[in-house]
């Protein structure tokens, strides 16, 4: 798991060694792929030129690296100790656990991978109301949407990760 101490600015990013970088890099896509790709790329201007680095390199990955990705997202309405996860999943409440806790189950028997959505800001019935329209979704369609979320999420992350959100 990343530190997360180690960055206090996208100065410090950009000075931080290949290996130091990809492992920081991982709390915002957990893509080895991502964080070679982002980490190779430094040193960043500013907070766009990196952001703009890491959505392309998450669009760029291989549907293998995204379900990498996929794999450190914890089910949407499931309780979690990572910080990001809960601050980002703030809009769950009490009242649409059960129904998210089932449309996870449909969900995942569809696709084969965890429900993924850019939660922030977001309460648990909007949350809810999307699974179910995504689950209409055929696989190449859906397959758009989880990059375009997953995109969403590593573009808040990176502004975390180097202090400016």
């Not at 798991?1 to 890099?25: C, K």
């Amino acid at each position: 798991m990343p530190n997360l101490q180690t960055v206090s600015g996208l100065a410090d990013f950009n000075a931080l060694s290949p290996a130091d970088a990809e492992r920081e890099l991982m709390a915002c896509c957990a893509s080895h792929a991502f964080a070679r790709t982002v980490a190779a790329l430094r040193p960043h201007r500013d907070l766009a030129q990196l952001t703009a680095t890491a959505d392309t390199a998450v669009r760029a990955l291989e549907w293998p690296d995204v379900l990498e990705a996929l794999g450190a997202h914890p089910r949407i309405g499931e309780r979690t100790t990572e910080k990001w996860s809960r601050q980002e999943q703030a809009g769950v409440g009490d009242d649409v656990l059960a129904e998210l806790a089932q449309g996870n189950r449909d969900y995942e028997d569809r696709f084969g991978h965890v429900y993924l959505i850019c939660a922030t800001g977001l309460s648990g019935r909007q949350m809810l109301d999307r699974l179910n329209e995504r689950l209409l979704n055929d696989e190449e369609s859906e397959r758009r949407v989880v990059r375009d979320e997953l995109a969403r999420i590593t573009r808040l992350r990176m502004a975390k990760l180097v202090g400016v959100a």
